[in-house]
């Protein structure tokens, strides 16, 4: 009994495990350096936690798909940020920084809109609102097999404007292969496929 009484008293006074988060965090901007090219800035996420990250000329940032700097990211607004892993309490380089949008009321789908319906994804979903990691199992014209963590098989459909990164560079479809790890920003169309915004591999991704 004596022996038990000391482990708890020793236990309680350990350190907890510092546990790695998540290399992608979605939250609020609180601040950012500006009007700097390189520097920190810190988001708070739903639960309250507040990750710090540091940026560079390479950090790859877009606001309605259009390329801006971080300077031009307003505090509050919703962003999602892919870095590298590590723990919630270490300054992380951000390699893609995404704002998140608030998606469009949905208008109700006619016959006649639905034949002439080119781009479902752009005008009646919100953009990249899942994810998904693991291996390219396969990779055939159009079609993205993902092998995921939970060994299932995710088909992805791939689009004429997805993106493809490479530690944190743009580059193009070709360089994607199969047994790659990779992480998909992806979203569903009309016909509840779904389609990948954004591919991300490279060292971050890498196993530890």
Known sequence: MRLFA?????AAGMPAQVR????LIRGVLVD???PNVTGQFSVRTADNQVFRYRFDPKTYVEREDRLIDVARLDPGEKVEVLSDEGPATALRYARTIHVMLPAPPRRPLTMGRLRAYQNPIDHYAPLGNLSFSGVVSELRPGVLKLRTREGREQSILLRQDTRYLENGD???AGALQPTMRVFV???RNLFNEIEAYQIVWGEILAPQ
């Open 6 to 10: 000391i482990a708890l008293l020793l």
């Open 32 to 34: 950012r350096d500006a």
């Open 185 to 187: 920003r992806a979203g």
């Open 170 to 172: 743009t580059v193009d």
């Open 20 to 23: 790695n988060a998540s290399p």
